[in-house]
């Protein structure tokens, strides 16, 4: 079997993921713990793949970085701040980049690029 073929559920279940996060943080309240868990297994599982599929290049790199800014600054809003529009904001910001890292990811992988 393909690696592409073993992949390709891995990423139809991630886009269903970051769906659910998207259409569910709109009706959820900011306390709602399920996306700090949610987030950094997506962040953790991609670098898991990517790793020993040397794919792991320096856009990867950048953007774990930028994404782990995102998380600090959500974890400082959410022990800080009581303003969830900021929250919800930081939260955003590492959705978009999560995103970004798994669609170039898959880009990658699936375009054998």
Do not use: C
């Amino acid at each position: 079997m393909s690696l592409t073929m073993v992949l390709l559920p891995v990423f139809v279940q991630v886009g269903l993921t970051f769906a659910l996060l998207l259409w569910n943080r709109s009706r959820a309240t900011p306390a709602d713990a399920a996306d700090e868990f949610g987030l950094p297994t997506l962040f953790y599982a991609l670098i898991a793949l990517a790793l020993p599929l040397r794919h792991a290049d320096l856009v990867i790199v950048l953007l774990s970085w930028v994404f782990v800014v995102t998380r600090f600054a959500n974890a400082g809003l959410v022990s800080g701040a009581k303003d969830s529009r900021q929250r919800g904001l930081a939260w955003l910001a590492g959705v978009l980049v999560l995103l970004a890292m798994w669609l170039y990811f898959a880009l990658k992988m699936l375009l054998l690029l």
